[in-house]
């Protein structure tokens, strides 16, 4: 399969140019799930990817109909899946996360003088679910719940003797933990769709009686039922990144789960998967029965483009990113390698883009793509900047090209 199949692919199946999503449901379910380590990536990746984008749509489908959720799942990352997807990601990613997060900050509380740190999470647990249930619908802020739950305002230190050593509260670990398990859901943002102020809700509050039920809430499966779900739940989860994002080599796919070599084995095992030769000498990896070419049917001969945001998830997709980056990692990424603000033509990433102070969408471009392109490149700057009004977007984890551009 050579590079421009790829490409082909990747516009058709990530509802990229002409074919975007008539729902934002749609539009995350391409890419498997949004990244929402930074909230306007969710927004800015549903507007790429629809028909008729809206903000109000994408928050109406995280707030209102609550078809998307956030959930704390692959490689420790923040995403935001389509509702019914729910349950295959906490059982195959959120289990293990939620495990290592709650010994981290049993840790944590150790190294700060608690004798016993389960004793005291149960404690914390149980306060904030109680101050959450009597809240009702309306939920809590962190800092409401702090008022409520005061033992979450003890200090502790993370990161001790390195050069990123914080001494912080517990409030947002012990609800970062209990929203990996299952048991909170992260609700509205105060002061817009770019914030990071969550207001807390229980689940079931959330999510309603015939929502997915949580995979370790009390009396759940046992042992060797939680072992099962969690193999089906893996598979599945690797069938729609391989439906979505393949082919592509095994390094990726071990990259984007972040899980463990025997765990993904387990999971390909299970399913008719088959080895793709791909441009470059490399072997990727396909669904037996997705191996036949795209070709170049209606709207391939047309030229697309399309502003991503930060760390959006297809060029977050894949670990080995040559074929669609070329050599302009270094203006778009920033050293922990996440990515900003991208600018793609035919399937590729061509340059950057940022926001002035006045609200003007800048674009970079990297190398020469010619007017035709180039116009319709200034075409979707236009539209974007119209999208996002007079919001101002500052991605969490600025880029060299980005800074540059919206200075």
């Known amino acids: 399969m050579d590079l421009a199949e790829r490409r082909r692919r990747l516009a058709r199946r990530h509802r990229l140019g002409p074919w975007v999503a008539p729902s934002v449901e749609e539009a995350a379910a391409s890419v498997v799930a949004f990244h929402a380590t930074d909230p306007a990536t969710v ?45 295959t990601v906490e059982r195959s990613s959120s289990v293990a996360v939620a495990a290592n997060e709650r010994r981290r900050l049993a840790g944590y509380l150790a190294e700060a003088g608690l004798d016993d740190p389960a004793a005291w999470l149960a404690e914390a647990a149980a306060e904030v679910e109680a101050a959450l249930a009597e809240a009702g619908d309306r939920g809590l802020s962190a800092r409401e719940i702090t008022v409520r739950v005061p033992q979450l305002a003890a200090r502790m230190t993370i990161g001790a003797g390195s050069p990123n050593e914080v001494t912080t509260g517990a409030t947002s670990r012990v609800l970062g933990v209990l929203a990996a398990e299952g048991r909170l859901v992260r609700g509205r943002t105060a002061g817009g769709w770019t914030t990071r102020r969550y207001q807390w809700h229980l689940r079931h509050q959330w999510l309603g009686p015939d929502g997915p039920p949580a995979p370790m809430s009390d009396g759940g499966p046992s042992a060797e039922d939680a072992a099962a779900q969690s193999a089906s739940a893996s598979a599945e989860l690797v069938e729609r990144w391989l439906r979505a994002f393949g082919p592509a080599p095994f390094d990726d796919l071990k990259w984007w789960t972040g899980w463990t070599v025997r765990q993904l084995k387990a999971a390909l095992a299970v399913l008719d998967v088959a080895e793709v030769e791909l441009e470059g000498a490399t072997v990727g990896l396909a669904m037996a029965d997705d191996q036949d070419p795209v070709g170049a049917g209606d709207g391939d001969d047309q030229p697309w483009v399309a502003l991503l945001p930060a760390l959006d998830a297809t060029p977050m997709g894949w670990k080995e990113r040559s074929w669609y980056l070329g050599d302009h990692r270094e203006p778009l990424f920033d050293r922990s390698g996440n990515i900003g603000p991208t600018v793609w033509v ?14 003007e969408i800048a674009v970079e471009l990297l190398e020469d793509i010619g007017a035709e392109r180039r ?19 500052r991605p969490v984890f600025p880029t060299p090209l980005q800074r540059k551009l919206s200075s």
């Open 43 to 87: 927004y800015l990746s549903a507007l790429a990817r629809m028909t008729e984008p809206s903000l109000g749509a994408v928050d109406r489908a995280l707030h209102d109909n609550r078809s998307l959720v956030r959930v704390l799942a692959m490689r420790r990352t923040l995403f935001v899946v389509p509702t019914p997807l729910l349950a």
């Open 346 to 359: 035919d399937g590729r990433i061509v340059g950057g883009w940022g926001q002035r102070p006045g609200g």
């Open 375 to 393: 116009s319709l490149i200034d075409g979707e700057a236009e539209r974007f900047a119209g999208l996002v009004g007079a919001t101002r977007i």
